[in-house]
């Protein structure tokens, strides 16, 4: 997490990107009470007894017909939840990343003896404790593995890689303070990155048509204020960046503030080179085009909702989409009922 207040620091983003951030029209901001913000009245969700969705329920669209919200909200279906090797490394990435902001906490106020060795110890010596306190999910992942990169191991490498680039940014930030005429604030007093659940949480305005409790994965209180998630998979893909687009809107609609800036703190778990990574730090700004993204979403999803009858099912099973979330969604053997062994 260190690297995303040194970035922040070093590169000067903010001042950087204020012609976009200027370019946000106030149409767009979650405090207005109107159209296009305030959800259209024939969306009378609650009249069919579906409560308000969540940011993540809305934003996340894997299913790209929504037939799984469908089934969920409106059906009630129980479905079966299938623990896949992506579920169980992102509950180890999350935990990790997080867990790394608290051991590391008094070195970003005392950082002058980050020499690379001791680097190399305190990431061996962090990941080392994680690693033997998460046995059972590590086995778990071992016996879901289908290639090199899904063995523990790897990811286990990935982790280590991951800690010693954080400290590494600690000790960057540190040394470019001894720059004449800086002044220099630790890390952890400029850019406060908070996770737990009373400072992160969200209570939206009822015009958004959102549920009232919303927490993205951390949020930096500090002006400005910054919305930001960790994400783990193969690519980053639209709906990270549009469910921190909704936590704006939401931020927004309650405060009365504006939030201008997001973070996806992104682990890659399968590299489409040789070459291996570690967690990366996406800043951008939430402009009119996520939220319009987000808002989108959003009428789609209450639309599916309204309907009488769930979405068709995919038939043509080589579809990408079929492959990539069909069979690892927990609606899978509700939509694809085996028969005579097969769906």
């Known amino acids: 997490m260190y690297q995303l207040g040194t970035k922040w620091k070093l590169w000067n983003l903010q001042q950087l990107s204020q012609e976009i951030v200027d370019s946000i029209s106030p149409l767009y901001r979650g405090y207005n009470l109107e159209s296009p913000i305030s959800l259209a009245a024939d969306f009378s969700y609650v009249e069919e007894g579906v409560k308000p969705l969540s940011v993540e329920q809305i934003a996340h669209d894997e299913c ?112 470019s303070s001894q720059v004449p005429g800086q002044q220099f604030v630790p890390l952890m007093q400029s850019i406060p990155i908070h996770f737990d659940k009373k400072s992160v949480q969200i209570h939206p305005g009822t015009h958004l048509g959102i549920s009232d409790n919303n927490t993205p994965d951390f949020i930096i209180i500090d002006d400005p204020i910054v919305i930001g998630e960790i994400k783990s998979g193969n690519i980053l893909l639209p709906h990270h960046l549009h469910t921190i687009a909704g936590y704006a809107l939401a931020y927004e609609s309650e405060h009365g503030a504006d939030i201008n800036f997001g973070i996806v703190y992104f682990f890659q778990t399968h590299s489409t080179s040789k070459e291996k990574n570690f967690a990366q730090s996406y800043f951008f700004v939430i402009g009119d085009i996520l939220r319009k993204g987000f808002l989108s979403a959003r009428e789609e999803a209450y639309k599916t909702l309204l309907m009488d009858l769930p979405p068709m099912l995919l038939r043509d099973k080589s579809e990408e989409s079929y492959k990539r979330t069909c069979t690892y969604c927990k609606y899978f053997s509700y939509c694809y009922p085996t028969t005579n062994g097969k769906s």
């Open 64 to 175: 790209s017909t929504r037939r799984d919200l469908y089934l969920s909200k409106r059906l009630r279906v129980g479905g079966e939840e299938t623990t896949t090797w992506g579920r169980i490394a992102g509950v180890l990435i999350d935990d990790f990343c997080k867990g790394l902001t608290i051991y590391f906490h008094g070195l970003a106020e005392h950082p002058e003896g980050l020499n690379y060795q001791k680097i190399e110890e305190l990431a061996q010596q962090y990941t080392d404790k994680f690693l033997c306190k998460h046995k059972t999910p590590l086995n778990n992942l071992k016996s879901r593995a289908r290639t090199e990169e899904e063995q523990p191991e790897y990811l286990a490498y990935l982790l280590k890689q991951t800690a010693k680039y954080e400290l590494i940014m600690i000790g960057a930030d540190f040394y």
